[in-house]
């Protein structure tokens, strides 16, 4: 079929597919607003109506699970070079997991002291919608180590490292740090975590400036109640691993 054509029943078929293969409901749910972000930006399809709000996988609910301040120190510790820069940026921006993998020295601009957030057409990588274009602060001791050229964390191939995660996840397992019995994020998302409470924490940003710099859409950046909940977390730095 030609893109114009269409249907709700296509989408729910690639629904299932999804599902059939052993995806998440919240991985289904991200590749659906992928594909009706995009339709909708290129103006390609009517997509109102196209599907009905039960048709949309549930998006499960988590807490925040960030790491105290010994979880951190112990990890850096034991992290090696490689692996200690990108727990340090994860920790600098908040940035989502693709959005890791996918980053290129040429996203980092040293004169404005940030890393573009960005589409990246070579590797058929798109941001998870449009308000996560954006671009990250970055502080001048992390500005100044990170230089070079192509992907900033590739896996042995060269590409973007699908499986990322793994990497802080190792490093956490060397570290000793143990997840919550209740935890259902991934290791990288309490990097993710743990950024966003250290943020609300130390006040010095305006919450609709921390909800922007970690890509909320424009309903999550219009309530405070996400920033709120990790607020509920802060300090962490009280407790012990």
């Not at 594909?35 to 549930?58: M, V």
Request: aromatic fraction near 8%.
């Amino acid at each position: 079929n030609c893109v114009e054509q269409i249907t709700r029943k296509d989408l729910l078929d690639y629904k299932d597919h999804l599902y059939a293969n052993g995806k998440k409901p919240d991985t289904v749910l991200n590749k659906l607003m992928v594909i009706t972000t995009w339709l909708r930006h290129n103006q390609i399809i009517e997509i109102t109506g196209l599907l009905k709000s039960s048709d949309w996988p549930e998006k499960r609910q988590t807490s925040p699970q960030p790491f105290i301040g010994a979880e951190i120190t112990a990890m850096m510790e034991c992290a090696t070079g490689p692996e200690k820069l990108l727990l340090r940026l994860a920790l600098a921006t908040g940035m989502r997991k693709g959005e890791l993998s996918h980053a290129e020295f040429g996203d980092i601009d040293g004169f404005g002291k940030f890393i573009h957030i960005k589409d990246k057409p070579f590797y058929n990588w798109e941001t998870k919608t449009v308000s996560s274009k954006r671009k990250i602060p970055i502080g001048d001791g992390l500005l100044a180590d990170l230089h070079g050229t192509g992907l900033l964390f590739p896996n042995t191939y060269g590409q973007p490292d699908d499986h990322i995660d793994r990497v802080f996840e190792a490093v956490g397992v060397r570290a000793g740090v143990r997840p919550p019995a209740d935890d259902k994020a991934s290791w990288c998302h309490r990097w993710r975590d743990t950024f966003a409470t250290r943020a609300v924490d130390s006040r010095i940003l305006q919450l609709r400036d921390i909800s922007r710099y970690m890509g909320h859409d424009a309903e999550e950046a219009g309530s405070s109640n996400m920033l709120n909940l990790y607020a509920s977390y802060a300090p962490m730095d009280s407790e012990e691993v």
